[in-house]
């Protein structure tokens, strides 16, 4: 069978997307995705998305990872869905769309999507670090010289090592000359680090946050990839109405055989 498929990319972190209304993709089939995302033998890509449709909302968004499986929420891979919708003419410039996590709001303009993403009631406090859910796990470090951080080995050995089979993923934090943070992320699934990683960029601003790093409510994540920015409340260490906002593009179109 063939697909048309799109490639798009939000701050380097990349996807196949699949617009799967008809359900005409096989979604069982883990070794099929994995040989798609793979960057030799396939298309390449961080993850694979399928769009479907939802009775609820204006559609829906199935995830997963590089590594075939099913994944939890994916932060670029929904500021890109939005912007793969609005290319297939579902939405114009807002969208609601369902997740593995719950419902999202979304909205455009021009090549920059603000997705919002859901309330985060608990973040754990560890020796060196906090841990908590965004939508997908994730555990985030304050480290010294995050440019030559070796965060391949270190975050194989927290991801493993802490967090066991589940695992987490693993951010690496430093604060920056313009007041904001640099990010570095070994992402679960993939097993290696990627260029951006939303919803380990939203932990990272939300950490900072309560470790008392920032006082602002509105902070500058420069990712290996690109820039990205994440707005929130919060009000006795509830953090709500929590928004991630950057460019999400198409890269190309193309057609697959599987």
Known sequence: MKDTFY???GTG???VMIDNRENQFSKDDTALIARICN???GVGADGLILLEEDEQTDFKMVYFNADGKVGSMCGNGGRCIVAFAHLLGLIKN???FSAVDGKHEASIEGDVISLKMQDVHEI????NAVYMNTGSPHHVQLVNGLKTFN???EGARLRYGVYGEK???INFVEINQSEGFDIRTYERGVEDETLSCGTGVTAVALGM??????????????ALGGDLEVSFEERNGVYSNIYLKGEAKQVFKGEITW
């Open 13 to 15: 972190n990349d996807f």
């Open 209 to 222: 946050h309560h470790m008392g790093k920032t006082k602002e409510h509105a902070i500058a994540i420069k």
């Open 151 to 153: 965060v391949f080995q």
């Open 167 to 169: 695992g987490s993923n």
């Open 94 to 96: 807002k969208a609601e």
């Open 7 to 9: 490639k798009f990319q």
């Open 124 to 127: 754990r406090k560890k020796s």
């Open 39 to 41: 960057r030799r033998f």
